[in-house]
């Protein structure tokens, strides 16, 4: 017998679509939220916009590690009440196909996603990371071009005072420049031009020069009585560039470290409590949030299957608050575990086991006992409490008795 027969690999049609959009979806919605603050910060440090998409790559990572399993878990149940509502699956249970034969193709779509998830979490995950705080140091730091602000009185290397009026093609041509530069014999030079170009130097990678067009210069110093006025047509102003401090090297947090090495140093005597306390923490919660993608199979069939003549959709909008309320606890577990007050083994698979049995159980009620539906008491609450909501619009809605007539209103009416 084929292990791919063509119901397994109709399912895995089903699954691919829905699982792939809902991927795209949820990381999508999770970069929308942090591009805001990424383009204020960005903009506060006049760093160039190409920086944003940047540092979304850098967090795409991150945002994968949960949309990974929302995208496995909803393709899943997606293709699962598909089948139920169009009563594909009764067909397929008539056949002899169970529930845990049905769920081959999804189960392997779990383990090659989990093998994925491991290694975002292993490697990807942690470089990603110390790119995005690098990328913030460097707008910080003036590395990236932000060190001169438009409108704005900018100090260079303590001697050197220059203000830009404006600027044009990408910061390439100034406009309205005003300098003063003060050397450490007293001498004092104030310069101001109508346009301004900087230009690398060759020879001095520390130094640019500021070509400047159309201005004056005044020259200061203690050796001469008055001072000195220039006009000029064109004038090179060297400009020393401030020292940009180096950034630091990968792992002054224990996000920034691989799999390997946050083992390596909990277990490391030499180490501190707390670092190490960090360390198995971190290394538990990666961990686990890999070991739960294996249950998600589970839980999205007994979710995705509704009751008879029942298309309600509960099912979806109770999983997406497991899997999230699931993950913010595992949160908690760590921030916890790193304190050193819980053992990682109480605060991370101490809810892993408890997740695990509930969805065991779940899954357990809907594909061995005869009518069991592990959410039927879920829908009957959610339907009494929408028909009750239903009534209470009615009632809302309901136009009034029309008024009966006074008696000063009635007229006798004889009749001949």
Known sequence: MK???????Y???????????????????????KMLDLFDFVATQGGPVIVVFKML???????????????????????????ATSS????????????????????????????????????????SRYYYEELQFQLRSGALGASINVGEFNSLQDRTALRVESSRDEGRQLEGIFARIANPDGQTMVIS????????????????????????MVQESPTIKNPRVLTFASHDLPIDLPKIEQFRRRGDKDREYFLPELLRIGWDRNAS??????????????????????????LAVALAVP??????????????????????VNEYGQDVASLGRVSPAVALWGPFTAFAALIVWMYWRLAYVPGGQPIGGLETAFARIGKMIGR???IVRKPPAPALPDDETLVPHNVA
């Open 3 to 9: 292990f791919i027969t063509a119901i397994d690999k």
């Open 11 to 33: 399912i895995a049609r089903l699954v691919f679509v829905p699982m792939l959009g809902v991927f795209v979806l949820a990381a999508s919605l999770l970069s929308l939220e």
């Open 57 to 83: 790559a850098d967090m795409m990572p991150e945002y994968a590690a949960l949309a990974v399993p929302l995208g496995l878990m909803l393709g899943i149940l997606f293709a699962f009440r598909r089948l």
């Open 88 to 127: 594909e699956l009764d067909v397929m249970r008539a056949l002899g196909l169970s529930y845990t034969r049905l769920l081959r193709v999804p189960f392997l779509f779990a383990i090659g996603l989990a093998v994925l998830n491991l290694a975002i979490v292993s490697y990807i995950q942690p470089l």
């Open 193 to 216: 031009a109508r346009e301004g170009q900087f230009f690398a130097n060759k020879e001095n990678p520390d130094t640019v020069i500021l070509r400047l067009t159309d201005g004056q």
């Open 273 to 298: 409590r707390d670092i190490r306390n960090q360390s198995i923490a971190n290394l538990n919660f990666r961990l686990v949030e890999v070991a739960m993608m294996f249950l998600l199979p589970l």
């Open 307 to 328: 009751p008879k003549r029942s298309s309600s959709a509960l099912g979806v909008f109770v999983s997406i608050v497991m899997v999230v309320a699931y993950h913010k």
């Open 392 to 394: 209470l619009f009615t």
